[in-house]
T-cell receptor, first 116, second 113 residues
């Protein structure tokens, strides 16, 4: 069964460092997302991406965050200068259709980011 | 802003019983509502989607209801098994065109043998 894959599974970094989290969405999917989940809290929407551009972003997704689809398969999330409060599990997700379709999101297993 | 609440943080039931989880929302009229399962340290896994014009949806031992007047969805697992133990998340579309979701905090279900 096709799946969303994420790397690394766990990254530890120093505050102020840049971090890139990588995702390979399901190959025929057109919509890509990043969500995050701080330990013990709810899953929160960060950004959606369609047709090679950001379609929506939340208040969390400030200037420190960026996303990119550098080639036909990868989808990355970059945090320019990490803060302690960026420590969380980051989930990539993809969807074949947006709201007009089934709406089902396929999530990866997550990348745990620890900022020291 | 939209608010979504899952009333119970934890629910403990005996194997074979029906588990019923509640999701309430305010300040919004979603086009659809979804339920996901999340195991510890893992990503959410899609279970069911129900649209605003549907009252009920079933899939094997799972049943979801959607009452847009009460702004509530109920999620039922019949003949529950210990393997059903997990956190169950309710999610609503936030009105964007791309299927972006807001999630509830989840209800942790424990099914005892």
């Amino acid at each position: 069964e096709p799946e969303v894959t994420q790397t690394p599974s766990h990254q530890v970094t120093q505050m102020g460092q840049e971090v890139i989290l990588r995702c390979v969405p399901i190959s025929n999917h057109l919509y890509f997302y990043w969500y995050r989940q701080i330990l013990g809290q709810k899953v929160e929407f960060l950004v959606s991406f369609y047709n090679n551009e950001i379609s929506e972003k939340s208040e969390i997704f400030d200037d420190q965050f960026s996303v990119e689809r550098p080639d036909g398969s990868n989808f990355t999330l970059k945090i320019r200068s990490t803060k302690l409060e960026d420590s969380a599990m980051y989930f990539c997700a993809s969807s074949e259709n947006g709201q007009g379709g089934n709406g089902e999101l396929f999530f990866g297993e997550g990348s745990r980011l620890t900022v020291l | 802003s939209q608010k979504i609440e899952q009333n119970s943080e934890a629910l403990n039931i005996q194997e074979g019983k029906t588990a019923t989880l509640t999701c309430n929302y305010t300040n919004y009229s979603p086009a659809y509502l979804q339920w996901y399962r999340q195991d510890p340290g893992r990503g959410p896994v899609f279970l069911l989607l129900i649209r605003e014009n549907e009252k009920e949806k079933r899939k094997e031992r799972l049943k979801v209801t959607f009452d847009t007047t009460l702004k509530q969805s109920l999620f039922h697992i019949t003949a529950s098994q210990p393997a059903d133990s997990a956190t169950y998340l309710c999610a609503l579309d936030i009105g964007g065109s791309q299927g972006n979701l807001i999630f509830g905090k989840g209800t942790k279900l424990s099914v005892k043998p």
